[in-house]
């Protein structure tokens, strides 16, 4: 199984480059994110819930999130067709880098590596008002932006040390186009299983 994590601030590109790894490795996407938004979309009970903590930039509560990643779990592990799963926007907390990996021993398997993509500060926000143009996210402007990034050097910022600790860590540089830094990542993959 490659099981691999992709991290990094928000506006980094995960999503745009998730969508390549997906298919180059085929895997299993978990995104916690479009989760989220798709409860939000429903009006479930708990996308109102989370949709007043993602407003204000803030995580959602570490077991909402777990519950979502455990149902992916179970339901991947019968699936024949996928040879491990990518896992973006989780975890974005060391309680939760700690579920994941409690989740995934259940079924005999384990994170083959965490993949983090490096930008600057300045060139995340100029990323994520452009994106804000095009996309209806209630969280793609300024203000949230910055209250996203504080969130994430807080709070996300740590569990990469969690995977340093664990010797599974590689950082890409996340500038460039989107195929340079695909095959960045392709190349850091390719040794880590
Ligand atoms: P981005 O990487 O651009 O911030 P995401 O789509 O990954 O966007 O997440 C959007 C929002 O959803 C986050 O700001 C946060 O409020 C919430 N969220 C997503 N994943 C998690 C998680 N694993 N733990 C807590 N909150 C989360």
Do not use: W
Not at 76 to 82: C, D, I, L, M, T
Not at 152 to 160: D, G, I
Request: glycine content about 6%.
């Amino acid at each position: 199984m490659l099981n691999i994590v992709i991290f990094g601030p928000p506006g980094a590109g995960k999503g745009t480059q998730s969508q390549l790894l997906v298919e180059k490795y085929k895997l299993a996407y978990i995104s916690t994110g479009d989760a989220l938004r798709a409860e939000m979309a429903a009006k479930t009970a708990l996308g109102l819930e989370a949709k007043a903590l993602i407003d204000q930039g803030q995580l959602v509560p570490d077991q909402m999130v777990i519950d979502i990643v455990q149902n992916v779990i179970i339901a991947r592990q019968s699936s024949k067709e996928v040879e491990g799963i990518l896992f973006d926007g989780f975890p974005r907390t060391v309680l939760q880098a700690q579920a994941l990996d409690r989740m995934l021993e259940h079924t005999g398997s384990a994170i083959s590596c965490m993949v983090s993509l490096d930008v600057p500060e300045k060139e995340l926000i100029e990323r994520i008002l452009i994106r804000a143009k095009t996309s209806d996210r209630s969280d793609d402007n300024e203000e949230t932006i910055t209250k996203r990034l504080n969130e994430y050097l807080l709070k996300t910022k740590p569990v990469a040390e969690y995977y340093i600790a664990q010797g599974k860590f590689r950082e890409v540089n996340g500038l460039g186009s989107i195929e340079e830094i695909s095959d960045r990542l392709i190349s850091v993959i390719d040794e880590c299983h």
